[in-house]
């Protein structure tokens, strides 16, 4: 019987669980949301209240800007699959700067475009009309979902502040 070094047993027990951790992340990251393209840059001079926590703004279709109307403080070229909901909570390392999240507004149970996710009178939860499903944006920027007939949470995507100006574009799956 051959004995394996402990450098070749380290080496074997890295890669595995590499490969574990990498199968982990694929599950974490699926959406049964089709995937869309997402770009949405917007100064936070014109959207003020996304420097607060706790606060949204709502972007679909409807909203993409012409390049015949360029607007140095919105630039929005995709909306994802239902439209962009951007969500700030409380930065755990610096309180007063807001963290952004976005999620697409498509609600995962329905998987309809049309049919989307809204902020709540509380601006803590997303709901589907349709289906009555809650959605938690407080959540560490996972929008889980709550007991109701959606199982995922809502479609993550990428929100990145650079100075005043936040761009959203589609999270990259693995």
């Known amino acids: 019987m051959k004995r394996f070094s402990h450098n070749t047993t380290g080496r074997m027990l890295l890669i595995a669980c590499s490969l574990l951790a990498s199968a982990c992340g694929n599950k974490a990251n699926y959406?049964?949301?089709?995937?869309?393209?997402v770009f949405i840059q917007i100064s936070l001079d014109y959207y003020p209240q996304l420097r607060s926590?706790?606060?949204y703004a709502?972007?679909?279709?409807?909203?993409?800007t012409p390049p015949q109307q360029a607007n140095p403080y919105v630039n929005?070229?995709?909306?994802?699959?239902?439209g962009i909901?951007?969500?700030t909570t409380l930065s755990s390392l610096t309180p007063e700067i807001?963290?952004?999240h976005a999620f697409d507004m498509a609600c995962p149970y329905e998987k309809d475009k049309n049919i989307r996710v809204y902020p709540d009178s509380s601006s803590i939860y997303?709901?589907?009309e349709q289906c009555g499903s809650r959605f938690d944006l407080s959540s560490l920027g996972m929008a889980a979902s709550e007991s109701n007939p959606s199982k995922e949470n809502l479609k993550r995507?990428?929100?990145i502040r650079s100075g005043n100006i936040l761009t959203v574009r589609e999270r990259i799956s693995y």
């Open 31 to 37: 959406s049964s949301v089709p995937d869309a393209p």
């Open 85 to 87: 909901l951007i969500y």
């Open 76 to 82: 929005i070229r995709h909306t994802g699959y239902g």
């Open 126 to 128: 997303a709901v589907c």
């Open 98 to 100: 807001p963290e952004y």
């Open 53 to 55: 926590a706790y606060q």
């Open 157 to 159: 995507h990428e929100a």
């Open 58 to 64: 709502c972007f679909t279709p409807e909203d993409i």
